[in-house]
């Protein structure tokens, strides 16, 4: 079922161009501008206009030690004019199912605002927000969700025989067919440009409420401005077209240098309309994440559960899976939500689901360690008690299976009747009394298992095994690939005005020896059909940007990537950052480095699992923020540890200093930490160890005795990283 109306004056479907160009000319013989600006304007009140003025001033000051929280605005737009023709079914089932998942996952009821019917117009979502607003914290989460249908700015018209908005009549005069050089046609030109727009529900007969997408950006504004991370979904058709990340950039004043920004002056002589400034992004402002469920030109679905039911409930598909996501992992960072949400697969006998299924949600985010819930999670099996698992038997531990594969088998103990269970993101099958099965492909090592339920009341239950599939070294060494991407700059040229250095190309070579013979590394890889190396010797900054770069490209979520890099480095006391200094770089001109943001970037769009960052260079201990990594500790089944170290997402740094200068050599034809990392790959006693673990136990202590180094190991904060670790396990032929 599509989020879209059926075609009518009022509206022009793609598949008749003709219909609204025809229509335009005569409107525009008929009609004024200026006096069908002010009969569009009275048919769509407050369209011009933002929902609310908010106060504005410096930006709140925080407190870290509160807990924060998450409050929600969730919006049910199901009857936006008069008639079966301008219904829609799933908006209300949406946002309850939304509300419980959030809930679910850890935020309070309380604050969370449910608006449907009056109450989702433009009245009740200002008094709704400016509440919100009163309440919000430093920090806290505020998520938007919208749930009905968006209009192009072409597709917005006012009855011109006298019939009101979103009914049928034999004339309709779109909000875009008029020339620029008609008086009046400048004000409905600046109107087109501050679309699309939300359609809300239908309040006064004649009038149409809806929301632009300039008044959205505007109350996001105000929230991101009392420094909350806010965080859109919009489940409707075109809703990408709304560019909210893009018009936020333009109200960061951090970010005008990237900016034309050309004020409006109006043409015509006529001017009725006031246009309201847009207000700006305080210098310090929470994040903005934004799910959109179809692109610019694309429609959004819904579909009925239980499936083939008559008196079953629709529900948008996109908010579905979205729910679903959110109850698997209510901590969940943005692209891990991403990642979960594709994952969610719907039987496709059903049309508009199978068009669903093909096509692929737009996630947007400036920050990707961003948490959907704020709050802390509550104990597994809050709702997981409704969920009884016949096979595999409970256990009071990890269940051991020798088979790659099991039949996962149960049942929904519920008052309500049950509407869908999921096994690992896949639909199950499912009878009428609630029992379900699906078999589950296992692999190597632990395997976490979600069970989700929704039941009629849309209450959504949540239960999680543990399975391992006990293997050999496949286990730890998994199915991904493993790139070794190693950066090497010896001969500096004159201009740098540095020491040639004696060192870095031996430490590259013998890196690469004892990763590709011993550890499964590769160091080329295959992209486009073509190979692209991952050695470089003497690379420019250009060159060793595209490299990291290229990477993000190939690297898969399976994958691991180790990054090393050995040369010079700068600190800049200007700015407390460190560089990593190619051999072409200019003397004291710091945008001939490369610069450690880049290097941030390249690890955020990286897909792989777990990347590791070996730095060799003087300052390196100042290149990239983060906190202490996984502790190198063991628990009683070592593999059993290393393998869910592996499963979770990490971004680690190791440095060969901190904030000091670091020895060329000292090593026996390598630097003194090369030294140590070599010793280490090569003499670790374990077949399998985790690279907090090589810190500890041989680069640390051989630097410290050898040198006044002082070698770090941390976490890069704000990368994704999920408390894992980089596993390096050895080949079944290595000594």
Same mark, same amino acid.
């Given at each position: 079922m599509f989020r879209a109306l059926i075609c009518a004056a009022?509206?022009?479907?793609?598949?008749?161009?003709?219909?609204?160009?025809?229509?335009?000319?005569?409107?525009?013989?008929? =009609?004024?501008?200026?006096?069908?600006?002010?009969?569009?304007?009275?048919?769509?009140?407050?369209?011009?206009?933002?929902?609310?003025?908010?106060?504005?001033?410096?930006?709140?000051?925080?407190?870290?030690?509160?807990?924060?929280?998450?409050h929600a605005l969730l919006i049910a737009a199901d009857q936006i004019g008069p008639g079966e023709d301008y219904r829609l079914t799933g908006p209300l089932n949406d946002i309850a199912l939304i509300r419980s998942a959030l809930v679910a996952g850890g935020a309070r009821d309380e604050n969370i605002v449910a608006l449907a019917g009056a109450e989702a117009s433009r009245e009740g979502i200002a008094r709704a927000a400016l509440a919100l607003l009163e309440r919000i914290g430093c920090e806290d989460t505020f998520i938007l969700h919208f749930s009905g249908w968006t209009f192009e700015a072409s597709e917005l018209a006012y009855g011109t025989d006298g019939t009101a908005p979103f009914e049928r009549g034999e004339k309709a005069a779109p909000l875009a067919a008029f020339s620029d050089d008609n008086p009046g046609a400048a004000d409905l030109a600046r109107l087109a440009d501050s679309g699309p727009f939300l359609a809300l529900n239908q309040i006064a007969q004649g009038q149409a409420q809806v929301i632009s997408s300039s008044a959205l950006s505007e109350m996001i504004t105000h929230f991101r401005n009392r420094l909350a991370n806010v965080i859109v979904i919009l489940d409707s058709r075109h809703v990408a077209g709304t560019d909210l990340q893009a018009r936020q950039a333009q109200n960061d004043p951090a970010r005008l240098w990237t900016e034309t920004q050309i004020p409006f002056t109006p043409e015509s002589a006529y001017e009725d309309i006031v246009f309201p400034e847009d207000t700006r992004l305080m210098p310090r402002h929470g994040g903005l994440t934004?799910?959109?469920?179809?692109?610019?030109?694309?429609?959004?679905?819904?579909?009925?559960?239980?499936?083939?039911?008559?008196?079953?409930?629709?529900?948008?598909?996109?908010?579905?899976?979205?729910?679903?996501?959110?109850?698997? $992992?209510?901590? !969940?960072? =943005?692209?891990?939500?991403?990642?979960?949400?594709?994952?969610?697969?719907?039987?496709?006998?059903?049309?508009?689901?199978?068009?669903? !299924? $093909?096509?692929?949600?737009?996630?947007?985010?400036?920050?990707?360690?961003?948490?959907?819930?704020?709050?802390?999670?509550?104990?597994?099996?809050?709702?997981?008690?409704?969920?009884?698992?016949? $096979?595999?038997?409970?256990?009071?531990?990890?269940?051991?299976?020798?088979?790659?594969?099991?039949?996962?088998?149960?049942?929904?103990?519920?008052?309500?009747?049950?509407?869908?269970?999921?096994?690992?993101?896949?639909?199950?099958?499912?009878?009428?009394?609630?029992?379900?099965?699906?078999?589950?492909?296992?692999?190597?090592?632990? $395997?976490?298992?979600?069970?989700?339920?929704?039941?009629?009341?849309? =209450?959504?239950?949540?239960?999680?095994?543990?399975?391992?599939?006990?293997g050999d070294r496949e286990a730890l060494a998994g199915t991904g690939a493993r790139y070794a991407v190693l950066i090497a700059n010896q001969n500096y040229g004159e201009g740098s005005q540095l020491a040639r250095l004696e060192t870095p190309f031996a430490d590259v070579d013998a890196l690469a020896e004892l990763l590709t013979t011993r550890y499964g590394y590769v160091t080329e890889a295959t992209f486009d059909g073509r190979t692209i190396p991952l050695v470089l010797k003497d690379p420019s900054a250009a060159q060793m940007a595209d490299l990291l770069y290229r990477v993000s490209e190939f690297a898969g979520e399976a994958d691991s990537v180790l990054i090393y890099y050995a040369g010079h480095g700068i600190y800049e006391q200007a700015t407390g950052a460190a560089f990593w200094v190619p051999v072409n770089a200019r003397y004291g001109y710091p945008p001939s480095y490369y610069d450690p943001d880049l290097l941030s970037k390249d690890l955020s769009r990286i897909k792989a699992g777990n990347v590791l960052v070996i730095s060799d260079s003087c300052y390196s201990g100042q290149l990239l923020r983060g906190a202490d990594g996984p502790a190198g500790a063991m628990d009683d089944d070592r593999m059993l540890a290393l393998q869910r170290l592996s499963d979770r997402k990490s971004r680690i740094l190791i440095t060969s200093g901190n904030d000091t200068p670091v020895a060329d050599n000292g090593g026996g034809g390598h630097s003194v930490f090369a030294r140590a990392l070599l010793t280490g790959l090569s003499e670790f006693p374990e077949d399998a160890f985790s690279a907090r673990e090589l810190f500890n136990d041989f680069i640390l202590p051989m630097v410290v005795g050898r040198s006044a180094q002082e070698p770090q190991y941390r976490a890069i904060e704000k990368s994704g990283h999920d408390g894992g670790d980089i596993v390096f396990v050895k080949a079944a032929a290595s000594p």
């Open positions: 009022v509206l022009f479907c793609g598949a008749s161009p003709t219909l609204a160009g025809a229509v335009a000319v005569a409107v525009e013989k008929a =009609v004024a501008p200026e006096d069908y600006r002010d009969r569009f304007l009275a048919a769509f009140p407050g369209i011009a206009q933002f929902l609310f003025d908010a106060p504005t001033g410096a930006a709140p000051s925080c407190d870290f030690a509160r807990p924060r929280h998450t934004t799910f959109y469920a179809a692109g610019r030109s694309d429609p959004a679905f819904e579909m009925r559960l239980p499936r083939g039911a008559k008196d079953g409930k629709t529900y948008g598909i996109f908010s579905y899976k979205l729910a679903l996501a959110m109850l698997a $992992n209510g901590k !969940a960072t =943005v692209p891990d939500l991403a990642r979960r949400v594709e994952t969610v697969s719907l039987a496709a006998d059903d049309d508009a689901e199978s068009r669903d !299924a $093909n096509r692929r949600y737009i996630f947007e985010t400036t920050d990707p360690s961003i948490a959907i819930i704020a709050e802390q999670r509550p104990p597994r099996g809050l709702r997981g008690e409704a969920i009884k698992i016949t $096979n595999p038997a409970p256990t009071r531990s990890a269940e051991p299976k020798k088979a790659p594969e099991v039949e996962v088998r149960g049942y929904v103990e519920w008052p309500e009747k049950t509407m869908i269970v999921t096994v690992g993101g896949k639909q199950a099958w499912l009878t009428p009394d609630g029992a379900f099965a699906l078999p589950v492909k296992l692999v190597p090592g632990p $395997n976490k298992i979600q069970i989700s339920a929704l039941t009629n009341d849309e =209450v959504l239950h949540s239960a999680e095994i543990e399975i391992v599939y006990e």
